[in-house]
């Protein structure tokens, strides 16, 4: 079974930053794409940022030049920095990661979210 665990959201000013991190634990062979979404209440859940096994970034334009996204494979950790917060970016932030398990010859790839992380920006 493969578990991802969100830490780092809470509350902060408008203008300040934050950062959130996702871990990866459990029994698998290799992670490729990690992510972070975002669902406000009402909406529908929106691509924050993404980035490949090797690096590759992209991200929503509503968050292009104040967050960054980067992973740290050795320990299987998703991270977003987020900068220059606006009351706009309040909602439950989740990662997921697409995970590659099973043994060789049986190997399968399952898509694996967390459980979400609240980050509230006061103005």
């Known amino acids: 079974q493969v578990q991802l665990v969100e830490s780092g959201g809470g509350l902060v000013q408008a203008g300040g930053s934050l950062r959130l991190s996702c871990a990866a634990s459990g029994s698998f062979f290799s992670i490729n794409d990690m992510a972070w979404y975002r669902q406000a209440p009402g909406k529908q859940r929106a691509l924050v940022a993404r980035i490949t096994s090797g690096g590759t970034t992209n991200y929503a334009d509503f968050v292009k030049g104040r967050f960054t996204i980067s992973r740290d494979n050795a320990k299987n950790t998703v991270y977003l920095q987020m900068n220059s917060l606006k009351p706009e970016d309040t909602t439950v932030y989740s990662c997921?990661?697409?995970?590659?398990?099973?043994?060789?010859?049986?190997?399968?790839?399952?898509?694996?979210w967390g459980q979400g992380t609240l980050v509230t920006v006061s103005s």
């Open positions: 997921v990661a697409g995970v590659i398990v099973g043994p060789p010859g049986g190997q399968r790839y399952l898509e694996v």
